[in-house]
Nanobody, 115 residues
Framework: QVQLVESGGGLVQPGGSLRLSCAASGSIFRIYAMDWYRQAPGKQRDWVAGITSIGSTNYTDSVKGRFTISRDNAGKTVYLQMNSLKTEDTAVYYC?????????WGPGTQVTVSP
C-alpha cells in the first residue's frame, strides 16, 4: 500500500515557475514507477511526465524543455519542476505510483497560471 500527497501548487504568472512535490509513505517507494498527470476543468486527465524505478524520464511533448521530473528514493518524494509556465498549464496535478498490478493516486494540487 502506498499513500501519496502532493504539494507545491498555487497561483503563478505566465513565465513563472513552481515545483510540485509528491510525498509517499507506506510501501517500498523505490520500486514504483512515478508519474505526474493533470486535469484541466472539463477535460480528461492527461499524463504529463514519468520516471521509472531506475530514473529514466519521459515527458509529453507540450512540456518538454520546460518541466523536469525527479525522484528522491531516500526521502520517498517525487518532484515536478515547472518552468516557463503557460496559461494552458492550469490544472489539478496528480501524482501516481505504479507497480503492476497496483496503482495509487494522490488527491491532487491546483496549479493556476494567470496574469
Amino acid at each position: 500500500q502506498v499513500q501519496l500527497v502532493e504539494s507545491g501548487g498555487g497561483l503563478v504568472q505566465p513565465g513563472g515557475s513552481l515545483r510540485l512535490s509528491c510525498a509517499a509513505s507506506g510501501s517500498i517507494f523505490r520500486i514504483y514507477a512515478m508519474d505526474w498527470y493533470r486535469q484541466a476543468p472539463g477535460k480528461q486527465r492527461d499524463w504529463v511526465a514519468g520516471i521509472t524505478s531506475i530514473g529514466s524520464t519521459n515527458y509529453t511533448d507540450s512540456v518538454k524543455g520546460r518541466f523536469t521530473i525527479s525522484r528522491d528514493n531516500a526521502g520517498k518524494t517525487v518532484y515536478l519542476q515547472m518552468n516557463s509556465l503557460k496559461t494552458e498549464d492550469t490544472a489539478v496535478y496528480y501524482c501516481n505510483a505504479t507497480r503492476a498490478p497496483n496503482d495509487y493516486w494522490g488527491p491532487g494540487t491546483q496549479v493556476t497560471v494567470s496574469p
